[in-house]
Structures are given as structure tokens and as C-alpha cells.
């Protein structure tokens, strides 16, 4: 008797242990931005039914509110078993010096992702130790969005260059319509990169991250007074918009133009039903033509993920072709696996990998790809004082100052 109840408790125990594998995947994709993370899931479901996966998310654009809880969770020991980073900085500057996350090498190895992934994105998502996690997908940072029927209605071309811009700013506004729609804090420095591209250019653009051009430059000061020109030609409700509710002012007629990612056409497109080319149009921002400003969305694996083995499974599927082309023609980015079938994807889509196959690619500061996290969160306080003092100067003192205090690009 004493043994058949023996047995009974370890077979129910063994079951109950079969039963209870767990996934947890931590991300900012909430609500409207789930659709495209809510496809990956299905399909890993679909390969791995005895999996109960936990889709744990906090909304926040950009990932603000997240990249906080993830810091708490991460230093208090209780890592999720996967979670969305951005590649370069944010994922190396963070993470990985920090001896966080698990070398991938092996599982690039063993996927044969060295020869499907562009090796520059390899680059940004490696050290010399290892490369450490596995992208999901390509946005790009640097688009205006616009709806042309309204742009017709107004009498107003898209601007090429931040010149132009100005100039139908005042039409703009005589017409009662805001030229310009910025929302909550992040959404303003995602303006303030791409105003900073045009003014500086790709090269010294890029030096800003490397330490090679101070903040104080001219020429850097220059980017602020432009900034401040723009900004005067922008909604003054800003900090209380989401970016979807700054892109709802674009699609209803409130607003002419928005700079946004490209996630903003997976809104558009998936959530809202918009068509790309006829309901919603689109053009590098400002002075950008030619320059994609690239970031992308990469999933880790943790030290210490309570559930590896699924974890490991998971970027399986986030690596795959079919996973990649599951996720991103919803998300509004493109794969960054060069065999992506381009068939599967939308118009915006497919000139977004034309652009990205023959431009001069750039990295974002505020998704980042280019700085470190440290120098990106101090960057909010650096955009408060410009915005309280409008003064240039001030602005381009602080960046300095938190450049120094962060060691950025060292
Ligand atoms: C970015 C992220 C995108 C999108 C966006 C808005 O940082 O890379 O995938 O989620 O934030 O939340």
C-alpha cells in the first residue's frame, strides 16, 4: 500500500514537473505595440505546446518605465528568462560588462545565424568575449510621417531639409494646424537626434558618441538653436501625449507631420488599417536623406534565467526566418536576417530595406544603439534645461557634463 502511494506521489510530482514548463518574456511591447511579439509567441507555442509562456510586459514607449523595472529585477537576482534590448550600447554598456547575460556564440554557431545576420549588426551585438543576443528586428529612427491627402488640403510639400520645414511652419499654423507633433519626453529627443543628423551630418554625427567631437563644438550648439526653431513650431500639450496619441494627430488632420520610428507605421498599418503610400505617406526626416538611423530590437539570455532551456528555445525562434517574418511585418520594422522574404512585408516596408541596403547607416542615441545607457537617461535632464531655459548654451554645457560624468565613448 505504502509503496503504491509511493509511486502514485512521484509519478504525480514527475507529471506535474512535465506540465509546468515556464517561459517568461519580458518586453515594453504593450497594447498596441503587441501584435507583432503576440505572432512570435504563437509560433513558439505552436513548436513547443508544453511550454506556458508569460507574456510579461510594461507599457511605456521606448521602454522607459521597463528598463527600470528590468534594472530592479535584474540587480535583486530575479532575471526574467528572456528580455527585449536594444543592440549596442544598451545591451553592452549595461549588460554585458556587467557579466549579465550568457556568450550566444554557440547557438550562432549552431543556427548558422554568422551567415544570415549583416555582420555590422553582428558587430554591435558582440565584444570580444562573445556575442550576446539575438535581433529580432531593424527600425529606423529618422522618418516624418504624413498623410498626403492633407498635405494637398494645406497646400504643403513634404520638406526635405529643416529650411523648408520653417517655411511652411507659419502656413501651417496661419491654418489653424499644428506643423509639428511631439509627445511625452523621449518622443522630443527622438525629434532632437534626427534634427541633430541634418545639422552635423553622418560623420560628426557619429563622433559625438565616440567622444571625438564635444558637445560644445559650434557646430554641436548649432544642432540646439536649430532644435529650438523647430520646437517653436510644435503642439505645447506635448508631455501628456503617447507616441500613438502624437501619430493619432497626424492620421486625424491635427498635425501635418510627426518624426517618429518606424514603429509608428506598425501602428498605423496594423493597428490603425491604414494603407502605406495612400493613407499614410513617409520620407527620411529633415536633411536625412540617404541616412537610416538604425536601431534594433535584440532578445538575451540572462545568467541565472530560472527557465533556460525554454529560454534558449525561445531565441531559437526569434532568430528564425519564419519567426522573423512573423514579427516584423506587423511590428513595422524589417528583419534584419538577409534572407527575409521581402514578398511578406508592405510598401513602407520594402523602401524601408531598400534604404537600409544603400544608405549610410547611423545609430540612435535615445533606442540605444549608440551611447551608453548611463549618458541616454541623463539626456532627459539635458533636454528639461533646454527646454526651461531655451538656452543653447545650457544645453550644450550639460550634455558635456553628463558626457564627462558617463565616460561616454570610452
Ligand atoms: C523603441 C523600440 C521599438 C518600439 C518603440 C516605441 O525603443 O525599439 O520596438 O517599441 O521603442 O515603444
Keep these: 500500500m505504502r509503496m503504491k502511494i509511493l509511486l502514485a ?3 504525480s510530482v514527475g507529471l506535474s514537473v512535465a506540465s509546468a514548463q515556464e517561459l517568461e518574456i519580458f518586453s515594453w511591447w504593450a ?6 511579439l503576440d505572432a512570435l ?3 513558439y507555442e505552436a513548436q513547443y ?3 506556458v509562456v508569460e507574456n510579461a510586459t510594461v507599457t511605456g514607449g521606448a ?5 527600470a523595472v528590468l534594472k530592479t529585477r535584474m540587480l535583486g537576482g530575479q532575471p526574467p528568462d528572456s528580455f527585449q534590448v536594444h543592440a ?3 545591451l553592452i554598456g549595461t549588460w554585458v560588462v556587467a557579466n549579465r547575460m550568457e556568450d550566444l556564440t554557440w547557438l550562432f554557431e549552431e543556427e548558422g545565424w554568422l551567415d544570415v545576420f549583416p555582420p555590422d549588426l553582428i558587430d554591435l551585438i558582440s565584444t570580444d568575449g562573445g556575442i550576446w543576443s539575438v535581433p529580432v528586428n531593424i527600425h529606423r529612427s529618422n522618418v516624418m510621417w504624413f498623410v498626403p491627402e492633407n498635405l494637398e488640403a494645406w497646400g504643403v510639400d513634404v520638406p526635405t531639409t529643416w529650411d523648408e520645414f520653417l517655411e511652411v511652419c507659419s502656413s501651417l499654423q496661419g491654418q489653424g494646424v499644428t506643423p509639428l507633433v511631439v509627445g511625452e519626453s523621449w518622443t522630443v529627443q527622438h525629434l532632437w537626434e534626427s534634427v541633430a543628423l541634418a545639422e552635423l551630418g553622418p560623420d560628426a554625427y557619429g563622433q559625438l558618441w565616440t567622444g571625438d567631437l564635444s558637445f560644445t563644438d559650434p557646430s554641436v550648439v548649432a ?3 536649430r532644435f529650438g526653431e523647430v520646437m517653436d513650431c510644435t503642439n505645447d500639450d506635448a508631455s501628456g501625449l503617447s507616441w500613438q496619441q502624437a501619430t493619432d494627430r497626424v492620421v486625424d488632420g491635427d498635425a501635418a507631420f510627426n518624426v517618429m520610428g518606424d514603429w509608428a507605421a506598425g501602428y498605423m498599418v496594423t493597428t490603425l488599417g491604414l494603407e502605406p503610400g495612400v493613407d499614410m505617406g513617409w520620407a527620411a526626416s529633415p536633411g536625412t536623406d540617404g541616412v537610416f538611423m538604425v536601431l534594433s530590437d535584440s532578445f538575451g539570455l540572462p545568467v541565472g534565467a530560472p527557465n533556460r ?3 534558449i528555445d525561445w531565441l531559437r525562434v526569434v532568430g528564425s526566418l519564419e519567426g522573423q517574418d512573423a514579427f516584423n511585418p506587423l511590428k513595422g520594422s524589417i528583419a534584419p536576417r538577409l534572407d527575409s522574404d521581402l514578398g511578406r512585408y508592405n510598401a513602407y516596408l520594402q523602401s524601408a530595406a531598400e534604404d537600409f541596403a544603400n544608405d549610410r547607416q547611423v545609430g540612435s542615441l535615445v533606442h540605444g544603439t549608440a551611447a551608453k545607457e548611463s549618458f541616454m537617461s541623463e539626456f532627459a535632464t539635458v533636454m528639461e534645461i533646454f527646454l526651461d531655459t531655451g538656452s543653447a548654451q545650457a544645453a550644450a554645457s550639460a550634455a558635456e557634463a553628463v558626457a564627462i560624468q558617463t565616460a561616454l565613448g570610452r
Design 41 to 43: 509567441i504563437e509560433l
Design 9 to 11: 506521489f512521484v509519478l
Design 63 to 67: 521602454g522607459v518605465v521597463a528598463r
Design 31 to 36: 497594447g498596441d505595440e503587441g501584435p507583432a
Design 88 to 90: 549596442g550600447e544598451e
Design 309 to 311: 532551456d525554454e529560454a
Design 223 to 225: 544642432t540646439w538653436e
Design 49 to 51: 505546446p508544453n511550454v
